[in-house]
């Protein structure tokens, strides 16, 4: 990374880069950026104080909330901008809740989302945190990561490796019952332009209209969706002045 010359603006740019690949322990950001255990530790706790990192359940250091705040009011957040219309269509093609969900160390949090407007329906708001250990979108974010980073999420999953494997081979991921019971649930992958998945695109809705097989019915749809995003994507990045 090129140095600034402002020495404590270009360390704490070096932590965000390090916890840019997933969660850190402290002992692991010494390692990713060579700072010295107490500098690390003294602007990780820093930068938590402005909501720039934040721990995980298991205390580990991860990107805070205030990044995608931040990204959002600068207009930079092109996924965001482009989900709007996006996930109303979803959800008018469909008749479900339609949302959007970004990995956050060992949870996903709920960035955009159309609600159904009328009758039963499976409602998550936006800034809604859930689990990495079940669900439909939980599978997609975690079916494409690194194997060391996929074991780690694993070991406390209501989904298997095999599982994981269909949802890379067909491209997306149901679940019945999964995450909450009576709720099922379709998603597919948002990638960037170098094919890295950063967000899922998901319905939801009860069991009782989506059946035991919600991809039959709604996979075609969800992967389309996710595949418009991923192209707004891919037009942001070879947009003029970018």
Known sequence: MDNSGVGVLDKAAMVLNALEAGPQTLAGLVQATGLTRPTAHRLACALEHHRLVARDLNGRFVLGGRIPELAAAAGEDRLLVAATPVLFALRDATGESAQLYRRQGDQRMCVAAAERMTGLRDSVPVGSVLTMAAGSAAQVLLAWEEPDRMHRGLQRAAFTATGLAQVRRRGWAQSVGEREAGVASVSAPVRTPSGRVVAAVSIS????RLTRQPGRLHAAAVVAAAQRL????????TSPGR
């Not at 809705?205 to 009782?208: A, K, R, T, V």
């Not at 991923?230 to 990045?237: G, V």
């Open 230 to 237: 991923s192209e707004a994507l891919k037009k942001a990045s």
């Open 205 to 208: 809705g009860p069991i009782e």
